[in-house]
């Protein structure tokens, strides 16, 4: 039988990445036209302009670049579309963050953008003037014929290999390969058409920074390819030096090499934003297989598929989207099966989002030890026995929770020895190390990292959580069985310890490093507190719908202290 990845892959995500590569080999036309229409611009003779350009777009030439620059779209489209990911790699130092760089897999997507920069780059220099057109310039000395190098043809193309090397460099680091799906709901043609505008104005920015920074590159380099391409091929050198001062003082050359950028960057970035928006779209699955086609092809299939994220995600996306949305749907999930009257359905779910968010649980409540055994604490006078070292208030905190081997009156158990006389060779080293400031930049942990990289695959919880406030107060007039409300318990408890986890982290992190406004800008941090608005207004959503009646189930006294706060509105 078919595995439901296979399947996903077959018949859901080849289409959708087909299309969107589609559309952009569609857009390619358009976009080409209007750089060759600007490349051209000619404010003295605009008649002449407007003449050339519409003859230029109806040339056999420019139908070779379309062709040409169609195919390597199509195929970087294609190559790359396995770079994207929904899981987001947080480096925990500097120097991870430079590996990261250095991985084969990084070293070969920068080659495709490489590769693709300068055919881009080497074809548009044909169209837009004889100035730019060919590498080599044929000149008459003495009734002889003379080869030159033309500079400026060579340094459009270096621009191109240039932009795909930093472009690739700016997308791993700003994880511009990250999925990210819509906030609010809409269809891919609106989804698009609002992209398309802040792309255009991305695409400007980085091609003005990116040739600003091309310049001196050029100035310091660019007698590196030029020797090259002189040694291997019997040309003389051009006259005009470009890596010089008044070389590269030429206003004509830097207005091709900007339209060049924004060309190469908008081309790039629409493929990447219709690959996002196509494999972000909502997908129905069908709640219970009642066709033998539909088997392990169901919602709870994919909500339990850990080998693709991308699954996974679309299948906590469109159960959050019919617990809101699909009262016909939802009527599916509250039914009992016939025969026998169990709900099967419900309990699939249900499993399958608690499950999520008591993981998630565990490891904050995790990480809010590890962050409370790290705090220094000053003590007062007086005050002898109390931990004040780190690896101390570890073995403090461990003891509170029954971990360590110590035992009262049996001495022959184990009793783990001080961190200090067990270091290895290697964490000796990274001390040494860390106390040098050129090492210490790359090897000291970045702020907030670990707090980011726990919240960076949050999103499911975020939907699963959601899904659960929807379904439960959807139950009060929709659950004719109390299919839900059975296990309203443990729904309540569950989003209630993670929210108390959750705020818990938040306090200790703000406590123990200090946030600017460049770490709020990253994509997980703002799932940190997307979680935390959540799981509040999921809270609130429950209690105002089932008010003082909630207090009667079988819950713990803190979580109904916790509960009293919420219909206080004091939390």
């Not at 480096?91 to 920068?110: A, D, G, I, N, W």
């Not at 905190?397 to 035992?407: A, D, F």
Request: with cysteine.
């Amino acid at each position: 039988m078919e595995t439901l990845d296979n399947w996903y892959r077959r018949e859901v995500y080849s289409w959708r990445t087909g299309a969107a590569v589609g559309w952009t080999l569609l857009l390619q036309p358009c976009v080409l036209a209007m750089y060759f229409i600007f490349c051209t611009l000619d404010i003295f003779h605009p008649l002449s302009w407007i003449a050339g350009s519409f003859s230029m777009l109806f040339s056999a030439h420019y139908i070779f670049v379309l062709v040409v620059l169609t195919v390597v779209s199509g195929v970087l489209g294609i190559l790359m579309s396995s770079s994207y990911t929904v899981i987001p790699d947080i480096p925990l130092t500097r120097l991870h963050e430079l590996v990261q760089l250095l991985l084969p897999s990084c070293l070969l997507q920068c080659l495709m953008y490489l590769v693709s920069g300068v055919v881009t780059a080497w074809v548009c220099t044909s169209c837009i003037g004889e100035r730019y057109s060919s590498l080599i310039i044929k000149s008459n000395d003495n009734d002889r014929e003379v080869y030159y190098l033309n500079e400026y043809h060579l340094f459009l193309v270096v621009y191109g290999m240039y932009s795909g090397v930093l472009y690739n460099i700016t997308m791993f680091l700003h994880q511009n390969n990250l999925i990210q799906f819509p906030v609010l709901e809409q269809a891919k043609f609106f989804q698009v058409r609002s992209r398309l505008y802040t792309e255009l104005l991305k695409s400007l920015s980085y091609s003005f920074w990116h040739t600003m920074y091309f310049y001196p590159f050029y100035w310091m380099f660019g007698h590196i390819p030029k020797d090259i391409v002189i040694q291997h091929s019997s040309v003389l050198s051009s006259e005009i030096a470009l890596n010089s001062v008044w070389g590269l003082f030429d206003v004509s050359l830097l207005y091709q090499t900007f339209l060049c950028g924004v060309f190469l960057y908008f081309t790039w970035t629409v493929s990447s934003v219709l690959y996002k928006i196509y494999n972000t779209e909502h997908y129905a699955f069908p709640v219970e297989d009642v066709f033998d086609d539909q088997k392990n092809k169901c919602l709870v299939d994919a909500l339990s598929c850990n080998t693709n994220s991308l699954l996974q995600c679309l299948g906590f996306y469109d159960l959050c989207h019919l617990s809101r949305k699909c009262g016909v749907r939802r009527s599916v999930v509250f039914s009992l099966s016939q025969p026998g009257g169990h709900p099967h359905n419900w309990n699939k779910l249900y499993s399958a989002c608690v499950a999520e968010v008591n993981a998630l649980n565990q490891k904050v409540q995790e990480a809010n030890w590890r962050v409370f055994a790290s705090v220094p604490v000053r003590q007062a006078s007086g005050e002898k026995n109390l931990p004040s070292t780190p690896a101390e208030r570890t073995t403090a905190t461990l003891s509170y929770r029954g971990t360590t081997n110590v035992t009262d009156g049996n001495p022959s158990l184990p009793v783990d020895k001080p961190s200090s006389n067990v270091q290895t060779f290697k964490d000796l080293t990274l001390v040494y190390l860390k106390k040098k400031p050129v090492f210490s930049y790359f090897l000291s942990e970045l702020p907030d990292s670990k707090s980011r990289k726990l919240f960076a695959t949050c999103q499911v919880q975020v939907w699963a959580v959601e899904a659960l406030s929807n379904f439960a107060t959807a139950s009060y007039t929709d659950d004719k069985y109390g299919v839900v409300q059975r296990s309203l318990p443990e729904i309540v408890t569950a989003i209630v310890n993670l929210q108390e986890n959750v705020e818990k982290h938040f306090k200790l992190a703000t406590a123990t490093s200090r946030r600017n406004q460049r770490d709020l800008g990253h994509y997980d941090t703002q799932l940190g507190y997307l979680l935390q608005t959540t799981l509040k207004s999921s809270m609130y959503k429950i209690v105002n719908t089932f008010g003082k009646h909630i207090l009667s189930l079988n819950l713990s006294p803190e979580c109904v202290r916790k509960l009293r706060l919420f219909m206080d509105y004091k939390e």
